[in-house]
């Protein structure tokens, strides 16, 4: 087990290098530093001694990949992409472009994120598999077949469609919450999340409870329920005695891969309702085209998906006797 | 403008072929090339059958074909002529760049109002002092909401009596719904002629008709209801700058379709080749791709986006001499972004097929074709293909409504389409603040949410009455 | 003799069908008048091809039928287990009564052990269940009877099976749980949805042998259902014979089989290769058992009679009684107006056989040394191995699937490869065509080695070599036409176009006898029979001369399988074509084959001639396989 999880981590290392040649890639081939420089900069001050300073005060002065004035291993290591991709490794984020230290910057933001980010997990979770399983005890039915409709309806409107009607009724018609704001007194906060965690639940409710009716009903097709009912088990005890069970398996593994990216934030809701999680802080980064936040944002979000990787893995063994790691 | 003067511009004006316009009429023919395919083999024909007996199948087809109408004919670009100086001078054409369906919709696109302007207003929503002479002939200035200088010009100048006002509402709707029922009637009439000249068997043919023909009635007559009243005033209101709030939404549904289908020209040809060389050659090939789709997935989605929309965004700021028109800049930041999509969602689809692929290998009617050493690249074409076809399709379509909505949050995030365009997530994110403003204005916000339901509502329908009638694994359930 | 156990009187039931054209609903008819009477402590065999409607009789009995099911007549009277308390009706008794039943007075097994098991449950968690359920046991007290089961049905460690989970044991031991949990309710009745058929001989025998002690102790009556007349005369005491949704003839199973009085019957019986008559071809029935919803009016058998006459067409046959009965329960009947005209109609025993065209000095057309495959081992490159960590690995098995195994083919000859599942014959055959790397060995067909260190076989051999899967449904592709399937084979090989222009696969479909028409259709408009003909004729395309045939018909009914057998000996004798023939049926072997290869875990455990063989088997283990063969008496 210790050691299928240590090869996985060592897996993930090619795939971040991966990560981060796509991104500076994407940074640098098509803007130089000399253009960032320049950007940030402003107009007024730009002169080739300030963009020479900028540079290198951030450490932009060196080549992208491959130093061929140096030589040996240097070659390599003394360029932008060692430099500034082996940092993040070691979780050094380095400073934002107006100089902040990004790695305080996220985890002071980590706590609002995750106080949206969780309880929207777990209602919408609860909510949709109970929805789901309600669904498919009157599979057949009206109720079923009106329950779907209204899921592929909840999937067609568009999230900020839910965001600026939720803020419009609640908020300012019925004034029950507050339209935004953040309050780390966790007394006070429920005040503030209310709101968004319900939105971002009902957003996603349309979807997961489709898809996950489907996969109970495809359950429910299966031999071993026949068997479940030629034993004299009543309907409900069936479904929720061996197709709860059985069903649960893909959703629970297929959840867990999105566990550790909870930390990002979610960035409508956050940048709407004026939390400032990492999420607004993301959309900041990119409205400040501030690349070293977007970079150190990429990675942390790929590492993040790759850890969910290996806990899928991991939940796997736990929820499904037929698994086991070698 | 008139049918005569419409044609007399085409003909004149300079032709311009943006680059999504291109594509977008590419995808056209190579979906009419597809509908030919599928008319022509059998077992594709029954499959589809099965499609179109179910209603909201029909309905979705009909309301997605009416928006690839509006979206066609705005894919048409050209520059006018300019009025000559001298008579000697060589034709100069104008900077503006328009579409054939700007033409078509010039009364809308031209008649512009100072400010918002609630649906079917005759008064501005906004308060201006207005100087008004009292009988006793003292002036007084009073904040109020003057009248529109477009809509309801032809009523006396002065408040506008409610009867008055009702009577002609009512009289353009009922012109305008008979107008379009008219049309429509017209139009069904030659399709039962057209249809007993061409079908034989009218037994054989299972689509229900009859639903097309309903939901065609509907938009018929709603169309001409609109353009009945868009005659006298605005039928959705105006916006900030007093825009024609109907005029944005039919423009928006180009960009809507754009986004929800151009990127499908780089995500299926990425997809399928790599992922079922991937799933039927294994072994290091296998590896790589996987290497490749893991990275590619494990970069979050919005960031990269961002990352590619920002640099692309700079590259073209620092280079306006490449682009004549405002336009075609707007244009190739829209191809862009389709590019950087399709780039973004290939991994799923490659991920299903390799998956596909890795089961299909080892079917017997594979190993056959092996066993007469059938190469690869055959066994893939003429037998892995034509078998995942069903759910690449189910995929394609599910996709589009995704994009569709990924569109509406980019823009609001501000990596979206460019500002200088029409598109719902750019009309959402400018009504969004419209809405703490006292009165609210609520009707850009509603005609967006309103065509971009029925849009994205119609694609999901589509997709699911495909996937019941495509899916091999739907079928054990009944 | 007492009141039997279970009476089931014309039961009928049908499907609710959307018409293709009219889109109206209609029934379908499934079942139609089904009766019969079951005792204590006898076993009823329901016997069958498929789509004749004998699971969805035993189906219907426990009211566990598919949402489309529509009851239309008939009575499931269930006599009740105290005495002096009136029989109860299942088909009107309510849901809540029938879950009462299910499990308690009625168990069912079914045919995939595998699947009919809670995946991620343990064994003994299920079988509680049921004590819990029907004999209000705690989960303490149920812990102890669910081990005195499992000891019962045969499990050697019970408490190790009763924590395992389902995948942990094999097909065998699975199905002997299954039985423990159906046995769990103490029911008086037990129904077994051809409990045996996914499993191979030897387990075949010992749970068939399980059952019936199990019938013995308990006094059960047992509702067997199977497609398989040796398994009927070894193991049931009554038979009734379906077709088409109706039992044609039913009684004693010694009097069926010995004098059966329905052309079906009689038809199925001579049809058994076992049956065969050394020199001639199998007595075959034409055509297959017509889909549900296009039953006949009438006799439902009469497309298909050797014996219709005029008379069939106009009037639905009656039910008529042989003679010799004692007990109304031993009565022997038919459903056949020309019951007992034995005169008329001797079953056309098959036409005779070309000779052998086997050339016994000719020099073998397909040789094997050695041959020896492994799956892929762990021992491969960085890339292999950094692939295995980011999936999960799959077990690799250490020993080699097929073990150095020799042997060579004649032109003209039939070697059949014996075995049962997991034995390698399959592999066998996909070493020898190169569709799976082997390890070591080599592969000679006619002279030129294609299988071999470092070998690579010039272009055109796959011409002399082809191969017939087992699963018709799966080796056709579904998207192409019938001609492209049968050209695909005579272009990839650069045959001269006249090999498969329209003339050539004309000719093509002639010999395996299907109608010039096929070419332009599609493969699901066929039936499984006509498919594998269809799957024979594109190996044929390509003029090979050594066919392999694997399992090529273990998918089909009996009826089916003589059809496909008669044809490939007739393509032997017209072409002296070379078949290695891979089967796990020993009636099959004994009508087709001229010497016998028996496999076991990779190796050739025995080798010979198919007569001495059969006769006289040397080796323990094709001994085992002989004596679980149950064998028609």
């Known amino acids: 087990m210790f050691a299928y999880i240590l090869r996985r981590v060592l897996y993930a290392i090619p795939i971040l290098i991966g990560v981060n040649l796509i991104t500076f890639a994407l940074f640098f081939m098509v803007n130089s530093p000399d253009d960032m420089a320049r950007m940030q900069l402003g107009v007024k001050r730009v002169t080739p001694e300030a963009i020479q300073q900028w540079k290198a005060e951030r450490g932009y002065d060196k080549p992208l990949f491959l130093n061929e004035t140096s030589a040996g291993v240097a070659q390599i290591t003394d360029t932008i992409f060692y430099s500034k991709s082996l940092t993040l490794f070691a979780g050094e984020f380095g400073r934002s472009e107006d100089g902040r230290e990004i790695g305080r910057e996220i985890r002071e933001r980590m706590g609002p994120s995750l106080a949206i980010a969780i309880p929207t997990f777990l209602v919408g979770l609860g909510l949709t598999v109970s929805l789901s399983l309600f669904l498919v005890l009157f599979r057949g039915t009206w109720l079923d077949r ?177 698994i086991r790691l070698k | 403008m008139t049918i005569h003067a419409l044609f007399s511009t085409l003909s004149q004006s300079l032709w311009v072929w943006l680059a999504t316009d291109v594509l977008l009429w590419l995808l056209f023919v190579l979906f009419l090339f597809s509908v030919v395919v599928i008319v022509r083999s059998p077992l594709q024909r029954a499959v589809w059958q099965k499609v179109f007996r179910q209603r909201l199948a029909v309905v979705s087809t009909v309301l997605l074909a009416i928006a690839a109408c509006f979206a066609l004919l705005d894919s048409i670009h050209l520059r006018e002529p300019l009025p000559r100086l001298t008579p000697e001078a060589s034709v100069r054409y104008s900077v503006e760049v328009n579409s054939v369906l700007d033409l078509i919709l010039t009364d809308l696109r031209k008649n512009h109002e100072k400010t918002y302007s609630a649906p079917l207003a005759v008064n501005l929503a906004a308060l201006e002092p207005v100087t008004v002479s009292m009988p006793d002939g003292a002036v007084e200035v009073r904040r109020e909401a003057p009248r529109l200088k477009v809509a309801g010009s032809i009523f006396p100048p002065g408040p506008v009596n409610d009867t008055t006002y009702w009577l002609d509402v009512l009289q353009r709707v009922s012109f305008g719904a008979l107008g379009g029922a008219l049309l429509f009637a017209l139009l069904w009439l030659g399709c039962l002629m057209a249809r007993r000249v061409l079908t034989s068997n009218p037994q054989s043919n299972r689509v229900a008709w009859r639903w097309v023909g309903l939901t065609l009635g509907v938009v018929f007559i709603t169309g001409g209801v609109f353009t009945g009243l868009s005659t006298n005033f605005h039928v959705f209101g105006t916006d900030k700058v007093g825009q024609d709030v109907l005029y944005q939404v039919l423009k928006s549904l180009r960009t809507a379709l754009v986004i929800g289908l151009v990127p499908t020209l780089v995500t299926l040809p990425l997809g399928i080749a790599l992922g079922l060389s991937a799933g039927y050659f294994r072994g290091k090939v296998d590896d790589v791709i996987q290497y490749i789709y893991t990275t590619v997935s494990a970069v979050p989605g919005v960031l990269l986006i961002a990352a590619s929309v920002l640099s692309i965004q700079v590259m073209i700021d620092n280079h306006p001499e490449w682009f004549a028109t405002a336009v075609e800049r707007g244009d190739i930041r829209l191809l862009a972004l389709c590019i950087i999509l399709g780039m973004t969602s290939w991994t799923g689809i490659a991920r299903l097929l390799r998956g596909e692929a890795l089961k299909m290998r080892e079917y017997d009617y594979v190993q056959a074709a092996r066993a007469f050493g059938v190469g690869a690249g055959q066994i893939l074409l003429r037998h892995v293909l034509p078998n995942v076809f069903p759910i690449i399709l189910i995929t394609l379509v599910m996709e589009f409504s995704s994009l569709v909505l990924a569109e509406a949050v980019l823009s609001y995030i501000g990596i979206g389409v460019d500002p200088t365009m029409f598109s719902f997530g750019l009309m959402i994110n400018n009504a969004r603040m419209e809405l703490s403003r006292d009165p609210v204005v609520w009707w850009s916000l509603t005609a967006a949410f309103l065509f971009m339901v029925i849009l994205v509502l119609a694609a999901n329908l589509l997709a699911d009455a495909v996937r019941d009638a495509l899916d091999p694994r739907s079928e054990g359930q009944s | ?391 999960r690995a799959e077990a690799l098995p250490s020993s080699p699937v097929v073990d150095a195994i020799s042997f060579d083919l004649r032109p003209g000859e039939t070697l059949a490869i014996v075995g049962e599942s997991g034995c390698g014959k399959t592999t066998t055959a996909r070493a020898i065509l190169r569709l799976i790397e082997s390890e070591s060995g080599q592969v000679i067909l006619d002279g030129k080695e294609i299988v071999g260190r470092g070998i690579r076989p010039a272009k055109g051999w796959r011409r002399d070599v082809q191969m017939v899967f087992q699963d018709p449904f799966a080796s056709l592709d579904p998207r192409q036409r019938i001609r492209q399937i049968l050209s695909e084979g005579p272009r990839a090989l650069g045959l001269s176009a006249t090999d498969y222009d329209n003339n050539a696969l004309i000719r093509l479909l002639d010999r395996v006898g299907l109608p010039p028409e096929a070419l332009n259709r599609f493969p699901h408009e066929f039936s499984g029979g006509q498919r594998q003909r269809i799957a024979i004729a594109r190996a044929l395309a390509v003029s090979p001369k050594v066919l392999i045939c694997d399992e090529p018909t273990s998918a089909l009914d009996v009826s089916v399988q003589a059809q496909i057998l008669n044809l490939l000996q007739k393509l032997q004798a017209e072409t002296g074509i070379a078949y290695l023939f891979i089967t796990h049926n020993f009636g099959v072997v004994r009508y087709l084959a001229d010497r016998v290869l028996v496999m076991q875990s990779g190796r050739v455990v025995e080798a010979g001639n198919t007569e001495q063989l059969l006769k006289n088997p040397q080796h323990a283990y094709t001994r085992a396989l002989l004596a679980s063969v149950p064998v028609l008496s």
């Open chain 1, 146 to 322: 009106t329950g779907v409709v209204l899921c592929v309806g909840l999937m067609s409107i568009s999230s900020l469609f839910f965001i600026i009607g939720g803020q419009f009724i609640f908020a300012r018609m019925l004034q029950l919450v507050p339209i935004s704001g953040y309050e780390s007194n966790p007394l006070v906060a429920w005040h503030f999340l209310i709101l968004p965690v319900t939105v971002a639940v009902v957003a996603g409710i349309g979807s997961s409870t489709r898809w996950y009716r489907t996969l109970f009903l495809e359950e429910i097709g299966k031999d071993y329920v026949r068997t479940a009912r030629a034993k004299g088990l009543s309907d409900t005890a069936v479904l929720f005695r061996h197709v709860l069970r059985n069903g649960l398996i893909p959703i629970l593994t297929g959840v867990v891969v999105v566990i550790p990216t909870l930390f990002m934030g979610s960035l409508l809701i956050e940048s709407f309702f004026g939390i400032p999680g990492l999420g607004s802080y993301t959309i900041d980064a990119i409205a400040a085209q501030d690349f070293a936040v977007v970079r150190a944002m990429v990675f942390l979000g790929s590492g993040l998906y790759l850890l969910g990787l290996i806990l899928t893995d991991l939940s796997y063994t736990l929820v499904d006797p037929r």
């Open chain 3, 1 to 391: 003799m007492s009141k039997p156990l279970l009476q089931v009187r014309n039961l009928s039931l049908g499907f609710a069908r959307r018409d293709e054209v009219s889109e109206s609903p209609r029934i379908v008819d499934a079942l139609s008048a089904i009766s019969f009477q079951l005792h204590a402590g006898e076993t009823l065999a329901l016997l069958g091809e498929s789509g004749c409607g004998k699971s969805l009789t035993a189906l219907a009995l426990m009211r566990l039928l598919p949402q489309q099911a529509r009851f239309q007549s008939g009575h499931v009277l269930l006599e009740s287990s105290e005495s002096g308390v009136r029989s109860e009706d299942l088909l009107r008794v309510s849901e809540d009564r029938m879950r009462q039943i299910r499990g308690r007075r009625m168990a069912m097994i079914f045919q995939e052990p595998a699947t009919s098991l809670n995946p991620v449950m343990r064994i003994g968690e299920q079988i509680n269940e049921v004590l819990r359920l029907h004999r209000g046991l705690t989960t303490a007290a149920g812990d102890a009877e669910v081990l005195a089961l499992l000891d019962q049905v045969g499990l050697p460690d019970p408490a190790r099976a009763a924590a395992a989970y389902p995948f942990e044991l094999s097909g065998g031991m699975k199905q002997r749980a299954m039985i423990a949990m159906a046995l769990a309710g103490d029911p008086d009745i037990l129904l077994a949805d051809e409990p045996t058929t996914a499993l191979d001989v030897t387990l075949q025998a010992q749970i068939l042998d399980l059952i019936r002690d199990l019938q013995q102790q308990r006094q059960m009556g047992v509702l067997l259902i199977t497609h398989d007349l040796a398994v009927v005369s070894a193991r049931a005491d009554r038979v009734a014979v379906m077709y088409a949704g109706q039992i044609v003839e039913s009684g004693p199973v010694a009097q069926v089989l010995n004098q059966p009085s329905h052309p079906y019957t009689r038809a199925l019986l001579a049809s058994l290769p076992e049956k065969a008559i050394p020199g001639k071809a199998l007595t075959q029935l034409a055509g297959r058992v017509p889909p549900l919803g296009s039953w006949p009016m009438t006799c439902r058998f009469e497309p298909r009679c050797a014996i219709r006459e005029p008379h069939c067409l106009e009037e639905s046959p009656p039910w008529v009684f042989l003679p010799g009965a004692e007990t109304p329960h031993e009565q022997h009947h038919a459903l056949c107006w020309r019951v007992g005209d034995d005169s008329t109609a001797p079953v056309d025993a098959g036409e005779p056989l070309s000779a052998s065209t086997q050339s016994t000095g000719s020099p073998p057309v397909l040789q094997v040394v050695d041959l020896s495959v492994r799956y892929e081992s762990a021992s491969k490159g960085l890339l292999y191995r950094l692939r295995q960590l980011w999936h």
